[in-house]
Protein backbone atom coordinates (compact mmCIF):
# COMPACT_ATOMS: atom_id res chain seq x y z
CA UNK A 1 0.00 0.00 0.00
CA UNK A 2 1.22 3.60 -0.67
CA UNK A 3 1.86 5.77 1.45
CA UNK A 4 -1.15 7.73 2.78
CA UNK A 5 -1.27 12.16 2.45
CA UNK A 6 -4.69 13.44 4.19
CA UNK A 7 -4.48 16.73 6.54
CA UNK A 8 -5.70 16.69 10.48
CA UNK A 9 -5.58 20.70 10.64
CA UNK A 10 -7.51 22.93 8.76
CA UNK A 11 -7.87 26.28 8.55
CA UNK A 12 -11.48 27.10 9.18
CA UNK A 13 -14.56 29.56 9.65
CA UNK A 14 -14.59 28.18 13.56
CA UNK A 15 -10.77 28.96 13.39
CA UNK A 16 -7.94 26.19 13.14
CA UNK A 17 -9.32 22.91 14.01
CA UNK A 18 -7.02 19.84 14.79
CA UNK A 19 -8.26 15.65 14.34
CA UNK A 20 -5.27 14.32 15.23
CA UNK A 21 -6.41 12.53 17.89
CA UNK A 22 -8.89 9.52 15.96
CA UNK A 23 -5.67 8.98 14.10
CA UNK A 24 -3.53 7.76 16.93
CA UNK A 25 -5.87 5.02 17.62
CA UNK A 26 -3.59 2.31 18.28
CA UNK A 27 -0.36 4.65 18.36
CA UNK A 28 1.30 3.61 21.55
CA UNK A 29 4.26 5.80 21.26
CA UNK A 30 4.12 9.71 19.74
CA UNK A 31 6.80 11.69 20.10
CA UNK A 32 6.20 15.35 19.67
CA UNK A 33 9.18 17.63 18.06
CA UNK A 34 9.69 20.43 19.79
CA UNK A 35 10.87 23.88 17.89
CA UNK A 36 10.01 27.41 17.22
CA UNK A 37 11.10 26.46 13.80
CA UNK A 38 8.09 24.71 11.34
CA UNK A 39 10.27 24.35 8.82
CA UNK A 40 12.69 22.21 10.84
CA UNK A 41 10.57 20.59 12.41
CA UNK A 42 9.35 19.29 8.91
CA UNK A 43 12.94 19.08 7.28
CA UNK A 44 13.63 16.51 10.40
CA UNK A 45 9.82 14.82 9.64
CA UNK A 46 10.69 14.62 6.25
CA UNK A 47 14.29 12.73 7.02
CA UNK A 48 12.41 10.16 9.16
CA UNK A 49 9.90 9.49 6.57
CA UNK A 50 12.61 8.78 4.38
CA UNK A 51 14.41 6.28 7.23
CA UNK A 52 11.04 4.58 7.53
CA UNK A 53 10.26 4.00 3.42
CA UNK A 54 10.44 0.70 3.62
CA UNK A 55 7.11 0.75 6.33
CA UNK A 56 3.12 2.59 5.05
CA UNK A 57 3.52 5.83 6.21
CA UNK A 58 0.69 8.17 6.79
CA UNK A 59 2.19 11.67 5.65
CA UNK A 60 -0.24 14.14 7.56
CA UNK A 61 0.09 17.42 5.65
CA UNK A 62 0.37 20.49 6.98
CA UNK A 63 -2.37 24.07 6.99
CA UNK A 64 0.49 26.28 6.90
CA UNK A 65 1.10 25.10 3.36
CA UNK A 66 2.83 23.18 1.05
CA UNK A 67 5.96 23.15 2.36
CA UNK A 68 5.48 22.33 5.63
CA UNK A 69 4.18 19.01 7.08
CA UNK A 70 2.55 18.26 11.02
CA UNK A 71 4.09 14.53 11.54
CA UNK A 72 4.11 11.07 10.11
CA UNK A 73 2.37 8.09 11.25
CA UNK A 74 3.95 4.75 11.28
CA UNK A 75 0.91 2.45 12.41
CA UNK A 76 2.79 -1.25 11.79
CA UNK A 77 5.39 -0.12 14.39
CA UNK A 78 2.74 1.71 16.77
CA UNK A 79 4.56 4.81 16.26
CA UNK A 80 4.41 8.84 14.98
CA UNK A 81 6.13 11.76 15.09
CA UNK A 82 4.59 15.12 15.23
CA UNK A 83 4.84 18.36 15.55
CA UNK A 84 4.33 19.88 19.37
CA UNK A 85 2.12 22.74 17.93
CA UNK A 86 -0.33 19.99 16.56
CA UNK A 87 0.44 17.32 19.04
CA UNK A 88 -2.53 17.46 22.15
CA UNK A 89 -1.10 14.24 23.54
CA UNK A 90 2.14 12.78 23.82
CA UNK A 91 4.69 9.88 24.84
CA UNK A 92 7.41 11.56 24.99
CA UNK A 93 8.43 15.32 23.89
CA UNK A 94 12.23 16.19 21.94
CA UNK A 95 13.43 18.84 22.69
CA UNK A 96 15.16 20.07 19.02
CA UNK A 97 16.59 23.12 20.84
CA UNK A 98 19.14 21.19 22.35
CA UNK A 99 20.57 20.19 19.35
CA UNK A 100 19.47 23.69 17.17
CA UNK A 101 19.80 26.69 19.97
CA UNK A 102 16.91 29.02 18.95
CA UNK A 103 15.41 32.00 20.06
CA UNK A 104 11.07 32.13 20.04
CA UNK A 105 10.19 33.63 17.09
CA UNK A 106 8.12 36.75 16.86
CA UNK A 107 4.90 35.42 14.86
CA UNK A 108 2.24 38.53 16.47
CA UNK A 109 2.09 39.75 12.56
CA UNK A 110 1.65 36.31 11.45
CA UNK A 111 -1.09 35.38 13.88
CA UNK A 112 -2.94 38.86 13.69
CA UNK A 113 -3.12 37.93 9.70
CA UNK A 114 -4.39 34.62 10.74
CA UNK A 115 -6.99 35.75 12.45
CA UNK A 116 -8.04 37.66 9.71
CA UNK A 117 -8.17 34.67 7.52
CA UNK A 118 -10.36 33.49 10.11
CA UNK A 119 -12.70 36.54 10.64
CA UNK A 120 -12.90 36.90 6.78
CA UNK A 121 -13.94 32.77 6.53
CA UNK A 122 -16.82 33.45 9.23
CA UNK A 123 -18.56 36.31 7.50
CA UNK A 124 -18.28 34.21 4.66
CA UNK A 125 -19.96 31.03 6.57
CA UNK A 126 -22.61 33.50 7.05
CA UNK A 127 -23.47 34.50 3.54
CA UNK A 128 -23.34 30.81 2.92
CA UNK A 129 -25.81 29.69 5.13
CA UNK A 130 -28.26 32.18 3.67
CA UNK A 131 -27.55 30.46 -0.17
CA UNK A 132 -27.96 26.86 1.44
CA UNK A 133 -31.52 28.34 2.80
CA UNK A 134 -32.68 29.31 -0.69
CA UNK A 135 -32.06 25.43 -1.26
CA UNK A 136 -33.19 24.28 1.83
CA UNK A 137 -36.81 25.55 1.06
CA UNK A 138 -36.98 24.11 -1.84
CA UNK A 139 -36.32 20.72 -0.40
CA UNK A 140 -38.09 17.35 -0.73
CA UNK A 141 -37.31 15.84 2.41
CA UNK A 142 -39.62 13.16 1.67
CA UNK A 143 -37.76 12.25 -1.01
CA UNK A 144 -33.90 12.88 0.36
CA UNK A 145 -34.83 10.12 3.13
CA UNK A 146 -36.03 7.48 1.09
CA UNK A 147 -33.58 8.37 -1.30
CA UNK A 148 -30.55 8.10 1.62
CA UNK A 149 -32.18 4.96 2.66
CA UNK A 150 -31.87 3.02 -0.53
CA UNK A 151 -28.32 4.44 -1.34
CA UNK A 152 -27.48 2.68 2.31
CA UNK A 153 -29.56 -0.58 2.04
CA UNK A 154 -27.93 -1.06 -1.73
CA UNK A 155 -24.49 -0.46 -0.05
CA UNK A 156 -24.76 -2.47 3.03
CA UNK A 157 -26.78 -5.52 1.74
CA UNK A 158 -24.83 -8.11 0.99
CA UNK A 159 -21.91 -7.00 3.61
CA UNK A 160 -22.73 -8.99 7.38
CA UNK A 161 -22.79 -7.08 10.39
CA UNK A 162 -19.64 -7.32 12.32
CA UNK A 163 -19.34 -7.50 15.70
CA UNK A 164 -17.15 -5.34 16.68
CA UNK A 165 -16.59 -1.84 18.26
CA UNK A 166 -15.66 0.10 14.84
CA UNK A 167 -13.28 3.41 14.38
CA UNK A 168 -13.92 6.51 12.69
CA UNK A 169 -11.21 8.10 11.83
CA UNK A 170 -11.97 12.03 11.54
CA UNK A 171 -9.78 14.27 8.90
CA UNK A 172 -9.57 16.56 6.27
CA UNK A 173 -8.82 15.90 2.74
CA UNK A 174 -7.75 19.75 1.97
CA UNK A 175 -7.88 23.32 3.63
CA UNK A 176 -7.22 26.67 3.54
CA UNK A 177 -3.30 27.52 3.14
CA UNK A 178 -0.95 30.51 2.66
CA UNK A 179 -0.81 28.58 -0.85
CA UNK A 180 -4.12 29.10 -1.73
CA UNK A 181 -7.07 26.15 -1.18
CA UNK A 182 -5.39 22.47 -1.72
CA UNK A 183 -6.80 19.30 -1.05
CA UNK A 184 -5.30 15.47 -1.98
CA UNK A 185 -8.72 14.25 -3.23
CA UNK A 186 -6.86 12.65 -6.33
CA UNK A 187 -4.58 10.94 -4.40
CA UNK A 188 -7.39 9.09 -1.88
CA UNK A 189 -9.73 8.23 -4.43
CA UNK A 190 -7.06 7.36 -6.88
CA UNK A 191 -7.14 3.24 -5.33
CA UNK A 192 -10.86 3.18 -4.79
CA UNK A 193 -12.74 0.67 -6.52
CA UNK A 194 -16.43 2.49 -6.28
CA UNK A 195 -15.71 6.04 -5.84
CA UNK A 196 -19.15 8.33 -5.88
CA UNK A 197 -19.04 11.53 -6.77
CA UNK A 198 -21.87 14.33 -4.91
CA UNK A 199 -22.79 17.14 -7.05
CA UNK A 200 -25.12 20.06 -5.95
CA UNK A 201 -25.54 23.11 -4.71
CA UNK A 202 -25.03 24.80 -1.33
CA UNK A 203 -27.88 23.11 1.30
CA UNK A 204 -29.05 20.55 -0.90
CA UNK A 205 -28.42 18.01 1.87
CA UNK A 206 -24.79 16.98 0.82
CA UNK A 207 -22.98 16.27 4.23
CA UNK A 208 -26.15 15.26 6.10
CA UNK A 209 -26.57 12.37 3.53
CA UNK A 210 -22.81 11.45 3.96
CA UNK A 211 -23.31 11.27 7.81
CA UNK A 212 -26.33 8.90 7.23
CA UNK A 213 -23.78 6.82 5.30
CA UNK A 214 -20.84 7.02 8.21
CA UNK A 215 -23.63 5.75 10.74
CA UNK A 216 -24.54 3.56 8.74
CA UNK A 217 -21.19 1.76 8.06
CA UNK A 218 -20.19 1.86 11.92
CA UNK A 219 -23.47 0.32 12.73
CA UNK A 220 -22.38 -2.63 10.88
CA UNK A 221 -19.07 -3.00 12.22
CA UNK A 222 -17.13 -0.64 9.70
CA UNK A 223 -14.45 1.73 10.78
CA UNK A 224 -14.96 4.57 9.06
CA UNK A 225 -13.10 7.89 7.29
CA UNK A 226 -14.62 11.05 7.40
CA UNK A 227 -13.14 14.04 6.04
CA UNK A 228 -14.58 17.36 7.53
CA UNK A 229 -14.82 20.53 5.55
CA UNK A 230 -12.12 22.58 5.63
CA UNK A 231 -14.71 25.33 5.74
CA UNK A 232 -17.74 24.21 7.80
CA UNK A 233 -16.17 22.05 10.16
CA UNK A 234 -19.49 20.78 11.30
CA UNK A 235 -19.65 19.60 7.51
CA UNK A 236 -18.47 16.79 6.14
CA UNK A 237 -16.96 16.33 2.42
CA UNK A 238 -16.35 12.80 2.39
CA UNK A 239 -16.95 9.49 3.53
CA UNK A 240 -14.39 6.84 2.83
CA UNK A 241 -14.68 2.61 3.89
CA UNK A 242 -11.59 0.64 3.25
CA UNK A 243 -13.64 -2.78 4.28
CA UNK A 244 -15.81 -1.71 0.80
CA UNK A 245 -13.64 0.15 -1.20
CA UNK A 246 -15.56 2.55 -1.19
CA UNK A 247 -15.98 6.14 -0.92
CA UNK A 248 -18.37 9.11 -1.28
CA UNK A 249 -17.56 12.80 -1.78
CA UNK A 250 -18.58 16.37 -2.06
CA UNK A 251 -17.30 17.33 -5.47
CA UNK A 252 -18.41 20.59 -6.27
CA UNK A 253 -16.32 23.49 -6.41
CA UNK A 254 -13.23 24.25 -4.68
CA UNK A 255 -13.00 20.83 -5.00
CA UNK A 256 -14.78 19.69 -8.45
CA UNK A 257 -13.65 16.67 -10.15
CA UNK A 258 -15.34 13.99 -12.29
CA UNK A 259 -15.43 10.68 -13.00
CA UNK A 260 -12.14 8.49 -14.18
CA UNK A 261 -13.00 4.76 -13.96
CA UNK A 262 -16.09 2.95 -15.27
CA UNK A 263 -17.09 2.04 -11.87
CA UNK A 264 -17.12 5.62 -10.82
CA UNK A 265 -20.51 7.07 -10.30
CA UNK A 266 -22.01 10.81 -10.12
CA UNK A 267 -24.36 11.21 -7.45
CA UNK A 268 -26.56 14.49 -8.29
CA UNK A 269 -28.50 15.22 -4.99
CA UNK A 270 -29.85 18.68 -6.94
CA UNK A 271 -31.80 16.97 -9.07
CA UNK A 272 -32.86 14.65 -7.08
CA UNK A 273 -33.87 16.69 -4.27
CA UNK A 274 -34.48 20.06 -5.09
CA UNK A 275 -37.72 21.32 -7.12
CA UNK A 276 -36.78 22.38 -10.37
CA UNK A 277 -36.67 25.46 -11.58
CA UNK A 278 -34.79 26.68 -8.48
CA UNK A 279 -31.58 28.14 -10.02
CA UNK A 280 -33.69 30.08 -12.40
CA UNK A 281 -36.47 31.35 -10.09
CA UNK A 282 -34.06 32.58 -7.62
CA UNK A 283 -30.80 33.07 -10.34
CA UNK A 284 -30.44 36.76 -8.94
CA UNK A 285 -30.56 36.11 -5.72
CA UNK A 286 -28.16 33.11 -5.62
CA UNK A 287 -26.14 35.31 -7.87
CA UNK A 288 -25.39 37.68 -5.58
CA UNK A 289 -25.23 35.97 -2.61
CA UNK A 290 -22.81 33.36 -3.87
CA UNK A 291 -20.41 36.50 -5.52
CA UNK A 292 -20.47 38.16 -1.65
CA UNK A 293 -19.45 34.37 -0.38
CA UNK A 294 -16.34 33.86 -2.76
CA UNK A 295 -15.29 37.18 -2.06
CA UNK A 296 -14.79 36.63 1.75
CA UNK A 297 -12.85 33.68 0.85
CA UNK A 298 -10.90 35.47 -1.58
CA UNK A 299 -10.18 38.06 1.23
CA UNK A 300 -9.62 35.19 3.71
CA UNK A 301 -6.72 33.23 1.38
CA UNK A 302 -5.01 36.53 0.52
CA UNK A 303 -4.50 37.13 4.31
CA UNK A 304 -3.19 33.54 4.78
CA UNK A 305 -0.71 34.08 1.98
CA UNK A 306 0.21 37.33 3.78
CA UNK A 307 0.62 35.40 7.01
CA UNK A 308 2.60 32.84 5.24
CA UNK A 309 4.86 35.23 3.34
CA UNK A 310 5.80 36.92 6.98
CA UNK A 311 6.31 32.99 8.07
CA UNK A 312 8.63 32.34 5.40
CA UNK A 313 10.86 35.19 5.96
CA UNK A 314 11.15 34.54 9.82
CA UNK A 315 11.45 31.00 8.82
CA UNK A 316 14.80 31.47 5.77
CA UNK A 317 16.80 33.32 8.63
CA UNK A 318 16.50 30.95 10.79
CA UNK A 319 17.18 27.78 8.45
CA UNK A 320 19.85 29.92 6.42
CA UNK A 321 22.32 28.49 9.67
CA UNK A 322 21.58 24.41 8.81
CA UNK A 323 22.84 22.02 6.86
CA UNK A 324 21.15 18.91 5.25
CA UNK A 325 23.66 16.96 6.81
CA UNK A 326 22.67 18.34 10.26
CA UNK A 327 18.62 17.40 9.79
CA UNK A 328 19.96 14.27 8.31
CA UNK A 329 21.83 13.47 11.85
CA UNK A 330 19.44 14.94 13.73
CA UNK A 331 16.75 12.48 12.03
CA UNK A 332 19.02 9.50 12.33
CA UNK A 333 19.63 10.27 16.06
CA UNK A 334 16.07 10.17 16.78
CA UNK A 335 15.25 6.98 14.99
CA UNK A 336 18.20 5.16 16.89
Known amino acids: MPNLHYY ?3 NTAEGLVNHLDTNL ?7 ALKHPSARLKTAIVKKLAELYKNSNLEILESALGNDYLD ?19 STETLDLTNSFPAKKQE ?7 T ?35 QFINDLLKDIPKKNRQPHTYTRLFGTNTA ?14 KNVHYIKGRAGTGKSTFMKRIAAACAGNGLDVEMYYCSFDPNSVDMVLVRELDFCIFDSTDPHEFFPQKE ?11 IAAGTDEKFETEIYNTN ?6 MKEGIRYLKEAGEKRQAIEDQFMAAISDDDVAQCALSIRN
Open 179 to 192: DGVVNVVPHLVKNI
Open 8 to 10: VTG
Open 107 to 113: LSAVNRL
Open 115 to 149: QKAYDSFAEGLKIHDELEDIYINQMDFGHADKFAE
Open 291 to 296: AQYKSC
Open 263 to 273: SDNIVDLYDEF
Open 25 to 31: YKINQVI
Open 71 to 89: GIIISEKSLAFIDANVATM
